[in-house]
Structure formats: structure tokens, C-alpha cells
């Protein structure tokens, strides 16, 4: 390897990217293999392509637990293909130990990710994510930094068993609690199932978020094929994470950057799947994010119009009854692209260099399961998310429809208000709670900056009282989110949030309200005047703080239709929206 500097006429490469200036490029460069050189690496190493592997294992993240095994599998496809791995740390996170949520600090690590990058040579990265946030967290960093990349996913956990009942988190987390709520199962029973409900190392076991972005992120072209479904402590996964180390060489050397796979027509595909998977509605917001970032807007009365012709084909819970590991032995991605074949985009590119059509071909034929279903015979006959509208929600709301109770989804009733989380939390399960089954309940300030960080709180927990009368559901609405394992009739991501000024922060008990999926309504039943008149007598003040992250956050973050991510991170111009118009 030459101490000289790369050729002007050409990007620089290798060791040569990124050289701190000393005023002497030949010197910074000499310095730079100086210390490399401390760790036993030789010039013929040095002269390999160089790829960075992002390294988010952590003690606090079980959901990672097999990081330190991907990152070898890793290093070792790299070698193989001729190049020089690179492990780095960055930040990790799990929702179950991230106060006040991961979300919150979703944005920071996409900072991490993307100046890492930057800051350090490499002429291609692989991201290794899987809970919830991690993956979009890397997209978006990455998306920014422009390098090639290559996402791969840590993998799903193992279902357990309970009573001769397979049970996994968190769909049956939320199951169980419910039942110990409403007091039909006790103490010991509860312990034992949670001994039960994470079987393995990996991410939650059904379509919540993060197998939502794992499938998202496979639909999107940014991993190799396959790369969605095998659990975590498979030998699939470790030779998923060998084949990655491999192409990522390859992208480095064609220099296959992630703008040209993260198209318009791929995020297009990313949305079929996302509403034909009964997917998590926080993948809307990260899918805004990670376009935002490449310049693109998203079109939420769009993808209502694309929910309402493509099906929940998937039969996995909360829509369904069946478990990623299921997923997977049917067959994975290339099943439910297979069938959803007539709706997607075959000509986006993927990391591969080849386009989505070209690997379905290569995927083979497709053999008999009952996971995924034909076009002809879905489990759910719209997409799993609906978009609403309405004077309580002018930028929009989005419910589930797919995993809400069919009952309810036309419904009118009085709401039954709680300021925040706390007021939450002191009053739901107090018995002279004036409170009834057709009631509607509302939380605000759970918001991007009401709580901060738009918590997984609009999963709003059936009053003590009804529960234990047998109350299973009811229309609950907030400007929060709710995790992709947990179902009901939840209307969420209500825009503008209480803690800026929206409708939301002047609904008061007794009002009434209506919710149609069918007509797409989420509806006030309060005049304009008087909503006026209640936003003059009781003006909203927005959060500050007085320093530190929480008060670059509260500055700086947008609303739920633009991604919840920070303004400043993403380009001037978003001109572009996705998907387009019919």
C-alpha cells in the first residue's frame, strides 16, 4: 500500500478516506498506518477494501445477544471475499431499557451512526440492528452519510411454552398481563409465564416493530435475500451474516451507494409489504424518517389508497396466529413476495446489484404452507394500517385496523380524558373512575414532545373495573404510539400533538366522538367556535428544558407525519413524495 495520497482524479479508497489534515496528506496517511499498525495489521491487509461493521451488542440488549457471533460471521464472509472487516461500537438500544423510551433516542444513535461512518475509513458499512429502533436508526444514519451499506438483521427469538401453549413476546406478554389484570389467572401463573415468553436471545417473536423493519428492510433492498426471518441463533442467521460481510465487499467495489437502492419505487414496495404483513404502525413513522432523509415526503392519503388494495396476507400475531420462526420455515420474503408479486416494483435495485425481480427469480418456486396467503384468499382483506383524518387529527392518525376489534371500528362515544401519562397511571384503575364500555378514552402529551420521545403509551390499558367485568377492547386514542405486538382499536400518532397546540389538547371529558375506518374519520363532535374559545382560555405552553440532549430534542423535532426525527438532519429539499399519486 502506498504512503502516497490517492490519485485527485479518483474518490479516495481504503485507508486514504477520511485523513485528519496535518497540512501533509502523505504524512497524515503514514501516521494513520503508524497506529493501525500497533493491532498487527500488515500493508497487504491495509490495502484491502475496508468495511466497517457496527457493533450494538450491550449488556442491556438481549435483543443483540448474538452480536458478538454475527460480527465473526461478518468478518469472516468479508475475508473471504477479499476484504479487511472493521467492528466499531455504537450506540444500543432495547425499548424495554431505554428511559423514557427507545424512540427518544432513536435520533441519536442515527447521529452516532452517521458521523462514525464519516469519522472513520470505510468503503462500505454493515449495520447490525434488530429491536425496534436500531434499524431505522442505522438506516437513517446511513441514508445521510451516503456510503454503500448493508443492513443486517440480529434475528427473532425462540417461542416458549406455557401449559402446553406456545407463547412468545410480546403479543402474549400483553395477553397474559391482561388476564392477571382481570384477575383470571394469579400470581404464580403470571411469574410462570414470563419465565416462558422470551425463549432465546433476539427480537420479539412476532409482527412487532422490529420484525416489521426486518421485513421492511429486506423489501427495501437492503439486505441480502433471505435476510428477514431466520432466527437469531440459527445456523440461517450465521450464514445470512456471512453472505453479508461477502456483499459488502462487493457494493464497496462497485461503489453501489445507498441512495440508488433506497428509490422511490423501493420505499413503494416497502409500504405494500408493511400494510400486506399487518405490520407495525411505528414503521410509518420510521419510513418517514428514513425517506425523509433522502429527500423524499410521504403521502399518507396514498398509502390509504394502496392499504385499500393490498390484503393482510401474513398470519402472524397480533393480526394472526402464527411466529416469525413459522415465517421463516415458510419460506420467508420470497413467499410473501411471491405473492405479492402483481403490486410491487420488480425493477427496484437491491444490494445484491441485482433488482428485486431478478432474485425472486433466482428464489425458486415457491411450495405448499399456510403462513402467507395468495392474493385470493387473505386473512385480512385491506392493508393492516388505515390512515384517518379529521378536525381531532388535521395531519393525520393511523389505526390497525387489522388487529382492531371489528365492533368498534364504527363507533361514537364520550370521551374519558387523561392529561398525560401520570394522570394515566393515577386514576385507570381507581373504581369511582365515571367510566363504561362504550366510552372513548383519550390520552395526550404522549407525543414526540409532550412525553418526550412519543412513548409505546397509546396502548392505553382497559380500566381496572371493565376489566375485570370482562371488558377486552375499547377506542382508545392519544398522540402517542403503541408497540407492533399489542392490538385493539387504537387510534394513534395523532397530529399536531397535545403538547404544541393540536385539537387533541382541548378534547374535555364528556365530549363526543366518532370513529369510521370506513369513511377514514376521526371526528370531534365539537364546533370549531368552541374549541377556539377553549384554546384561547387555556393557551398550550410547549416543553423546554434547560439543557443537554432533551433540550436539542424538544428544539428541534418534527411531528409524526415528518418522521419524528430532527430538523436539522434532514436536506432542504424534500420535493419528492412517495408513493406517488395514482
Not at 162 to 189: F, L, S
Not at 240 to 246: D, F, H, K, N, P
Not at 528 to 539: D, F, K, T, V, Y
Request: hydrophobic share 45%.
Amino acid at each position: 500500500m502506498s504512503d502516497q495520497p490517492a490519485d485527485r482524479d479518483e474518490a479516495p479508497s481504503g485507508m486514504h478516506k477520511g485523513l485528519t489534515s496535518y497540512g501533509d496528506a502523505g504524512f497524515s496517511l503514514f501516521l494513520r498506518k503508524a497506529f493501525i499498525k500497533g493491532a498487527g495489521f500488515s500493508d497487504n491487509a491495509l490495502d484491502r477494501p475496508v468495511i466497517g461493521i457496527t457493533s450494538t451488542g450491550s449488556a442491556y440488549n438481549p435483543c443483540h445477544g448474538n452480536a458478538p457471533q454475527l460480527i465473526e460471521a461478518v468478518k469472516r464472509g468479508v475475508m473471504l471475499a477479499g476484504g479487511l472487516p472493521m467492528d466499531f461500537p455504537t450506540i444500543s438500544l432495547h425499548e424495554s431499557f431505554s428511559a423514557p423510551t427507545s424512540m427518544y433516542l432513536r435520533n441519536l444513535m442515527s447521529m452516532d451512526t452517521e458521523e462514525l461512518i464519516r469519522a472513520q475509513p470505510m468503503d462500505a458499512v454493515v449495520l447490525i440492528g434488530g429491536c425496534d429502533k436500531t434499524v431505522p436508526a442505522q438506516l437513517m444514519g446511513a441514508a445521510s452519510a451516503g456510503i454503500p451499506a448493508i443492513q443486517l438483521i440480529t434475528g427473532s427469538m425462540l417461542t416458549g411454552s406455557h401449559r402446553g401453549e406456545r407463547v412468545g413476546a410480546c403479543t402474549d406478554c400483553r395477553r397474559y398481563w391482561a388476564r392477571y389484570r382481570a384477575q383470571d389467572i394469579g400470581a404464580d401463573e403470571i411469574a410462570a409465564v414470563n419465565d416462558q415468553l422470551v425463549a432465546s436471545v433476539g427480537t420479539c417473536s412476532v409482527m412487532g416493530t422490529a420484525s416489521t423493519m426486518a421485513c421492511i428492510a429486506e423489501a427495501l433492498g437492503m439486505t441480502v435475500p433471505g435476510g428477514a426471518s431466520p432466527p437469531a441463533v440459527t445456523a440461517d442467521r450465521m450464514r445470512i451474516a456471512e453472505r453479508t460481510g461477502g456483499q459488502a465487499v462487493r457494493i464497496a467495489r462497485e461503489r453501489l451507494t445507498i441512495d440508488r437502492v433506497l428509490t422511490a419505487k423501493a420505499f413503494e414496495n416497502a409500504m405494500r409489504v408493511l400494510l400486506a404483513i399487518g405490520g407495525s404502525t411505528n414503521a410509518v413513522v420510521h419510513l418517514t424518517a428514513i425517506a425523509g432523509r433522502l429527500g423524499f415526503e410521504m403521502d399518507l392519503p396514498a398509502l390509504d389508497r394502496m392499504g385499500r388494495e393490498t390484503p393482510v396476507l401474513l398470519d402472524l400475531k397480533p393480526s394472526g396466529d402464527h411466529y416469525m420462526e413459522d415465517f421463516h420455515h415458510a419460506g420467508g420474503m420470497a413467499t410473501l413476495l411471491r405473492a405479492l408479486r402483481p403490486l410491487l416494483h420488480l425493477d427496484a435495485l437491491t444490494v445484491t446489484g441485482r433488482t428485486l425481480g431478478e432474485e425472486l427469480d433466482a428464489a425458486g418456486p415457491a411450495f405448499a404452507q399456510t403462513v402467507v396467503r395468495p392474493l385470493s384468499n387473505p386473512i385480512y382483506p385491506q392493508g393492516g394500517i388505515a390512515v384517518l383524518q379529521g378536525n381531532l387529527a388535521p395531519g393525520g392518525a393511523i389505526i390497525k385496523q387489522s388487529a382492531a376489534s371489528p365492533a368498534l371500528m364504527e363507533h361514537e362515544g364520550r370521551a374519558v380524558v387523561f392529561e398525560d401519562a401520570a394522570d394515566l397511571a393515577s386514576r385507570i384503575d381507581d373504581p369511582a373512575l365515571d367510566v363504561t364500555a362504550d366510552d372513548v378514552l383519550v390520552l395526550k402529551r404522549i407525543g414526540p414532545k409532550g412525553a418526550p420521545g412519543m412513548p409505546e403509551a397509546g396502548y392505553l390499558p382497559i380500566p381496572l373495573k371493565l376489566a375485570r367485568a370482562g371488558v377486552k377492547d375499547m377506542v382508545r386514542i392519544s398522540d402517542g404510539r403503541m408497540s407492533g405486538t399489542a392490538f385493539g382499536t387504537i387510534v394513534l400518532h395523532v397530529t399536531p400533538e397535545a403538547a404544541v397546540g393540536g385539537p387533541l389538547a382541548h378534547v374535555r371529558d364528556g365530549d363526543r366522538i366518532r370513529l369510521s375506518v370506513a369513511q377514514r374519520e376521526i371526528a370531534l363532535l365539537v364546533s370549531a367556535e368552541e374549541l377556539a374559545s377553549r384554546a384561547a382560555a387555556r393557551p398550550v405552553v410547549e416543553p423546554t428544558a434547560e439543557r443537554g440532549y432533551r433540550r436539542l430534542f424538544l428544539q428541534t423535532v418534527t411531528q409524526a407525519d415528518q418522521g419524528v426525527d430532527f430538523d436539522f438532519l434532514m436536506p432542504a429539499d424534500r420535493s419528492k413524495r412517495i408513493p406517488g399519486a395514482p
